[in-house]
Every structure is written in structure tokens, then in C-alpha cells.
């Protein structure tokens, strides 16, 4: 099957956008993720998916913690910059929280543990248990059909 076909079927379903940051040896690497999902309750856990050629994986692999900031609909500018797209340092500040960088003014920052990794295909499943939870009020940014959004109740 095309790759084309697949993504441009998995880009129909909308979603909100996220980085995720991590820290090895007191440096901070941040990377755009979409694929992102809520797992269990008791324990807390999520899931994040990362591609075996994205830097990320050997940071995680390496720090085994990671944090998942939920952007904004006013920050797609972070959001283009951690996922290469158009390089806007000025647009990056970083919080801490229990330690691990998370995206300043982000909608949600969650702090994890690595507790599992999956490796499924060219990408690694890593599973976080939740340390810390940071919630700041606004509005999510979207994804949908490869382009940025807002989102809209009906
Ligand atoms: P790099 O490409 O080296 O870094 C990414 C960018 O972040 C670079 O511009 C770098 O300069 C900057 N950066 C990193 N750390 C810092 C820092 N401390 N300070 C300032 N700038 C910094 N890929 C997946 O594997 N899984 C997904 O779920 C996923 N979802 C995506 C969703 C969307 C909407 C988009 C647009 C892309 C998605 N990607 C996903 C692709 C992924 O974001 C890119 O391939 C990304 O470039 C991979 O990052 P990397 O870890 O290889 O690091
Ligand atoms: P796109 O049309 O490539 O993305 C639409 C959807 O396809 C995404 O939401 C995702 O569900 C899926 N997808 C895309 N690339 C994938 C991959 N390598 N592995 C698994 N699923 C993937 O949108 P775009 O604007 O062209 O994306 C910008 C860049 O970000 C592209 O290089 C794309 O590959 C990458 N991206 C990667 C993932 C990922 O999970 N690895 C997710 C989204 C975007």
C-alpha cells in the first residue's frame, strides 16, 4: 500500500498537538508529536510513539522519562519549530516541573516514568506512568488532513 494513502487516511483523524521533551545530561531536547493517547486510570498511565529515526528515541531511551506538553492554539509556532518545519528559537520557553522541561503556557504538562517501551514497526511505543500534572486554561491547537487548526464546539 502507498504511504500516501495511510496518511492521508490517519490524517483524518483530528488531533491536538504535543511536544515532548526530555533531558540527558542537563541538556533539553523537545520534539512535535501528534501520537499521544491517554491508557489507564489506576495506574496512571500514557502512551506516546516515536519513530526510530527521530532523536528522541535514543534521548527517552536513554533518560527514561519524558514529559507531554499539550499546546495552545497560540503556540503553532512552537509547534512548527519542534517538529523542524520552521526553526523559531525566540518562540521556546521552557518550565520545569519535578525536574523534566515542559512547554511554557502549554494546556496541559504531564510528567513521566518510563515503565514499558513497545517496539512496534519503525516506531517505539514508551509507556509513562504520571508523576505530575501541570494545567494552564486556553484553547487546544488541532491537526487535521496535515494542516494546523483550532477547535471549534458545534
Ligand atoms: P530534531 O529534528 O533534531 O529536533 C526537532 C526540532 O526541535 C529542531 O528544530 C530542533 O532545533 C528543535 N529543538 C529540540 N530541542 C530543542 C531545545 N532544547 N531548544 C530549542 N529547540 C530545540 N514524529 C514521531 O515520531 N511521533 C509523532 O507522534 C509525531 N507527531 C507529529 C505531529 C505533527 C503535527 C508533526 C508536524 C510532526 C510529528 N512528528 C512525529 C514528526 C517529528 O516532529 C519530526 O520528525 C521531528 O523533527 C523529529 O525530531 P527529532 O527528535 O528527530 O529532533
Ligand atoms: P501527514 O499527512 O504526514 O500526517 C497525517 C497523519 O499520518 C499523522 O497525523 C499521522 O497519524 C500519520 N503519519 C504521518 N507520518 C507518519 C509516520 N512516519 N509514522 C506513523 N504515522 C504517520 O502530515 P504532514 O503535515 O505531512 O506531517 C509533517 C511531518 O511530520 C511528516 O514528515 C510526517 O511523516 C511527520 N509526522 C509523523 C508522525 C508520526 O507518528 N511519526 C505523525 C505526524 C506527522
Avoid at 9 to 35: I, K, S, Y
Amino acid at each position: 500500500m502507498d504511504s500516501r494513502i495511510f496518511r492521508d487516511a490517519m490524517g483524518r483523524f483530528a488531533t491536538g498537538v504535543t511536544v515532548v521533551t526530555t533531558q540527558v545530561d542537563d541538556e533539553t531536547h523537545g520534539m512535535t508529536a501528534n501520537a499521544f493517547m491517554s491508557v489507564s486510570l489506576d495506574p496512571k498511565l500514557v502512551t506516546i510513539s516515536i519513530d526510530h529515526n527521530a532523536k528522541m528515541y535514543s534521548q527517552i531511551k536513554q533518560s527514561q522519562q519524558f514529559a507531554v506538553s499539550i499546546l495552545s492554539d497560540e503556540q503553532m509556532d512552537v509547534s512548527m519549530h519542534f517538529a523542524g518545519q520552521k526553526e523559531n528559537p525566540a518562540a521556546v520557553q521552557f518550565d520545569f516541573v519535578s525536574g523534566i522541561p515542559v512547554i511554557r503556557d502549554a494546556l496541559t504538562a504531564v510528567v513521566c516514568n518510563v515503565i514499558e517501551f513497545y517496539e512496534v514497526g519503525d516506531h517505539t511505543l514508551f509507556i509513562g506512568e504520571v508523576l505530575e500534572i501541570k494545567l494552564t486554561d486556553g484553547n487546544p491547537l488541532a491537526f487535521f488532513g496535515g494542516k494546523y487548526g483550532s477547535y471549534q464546539p458545534v
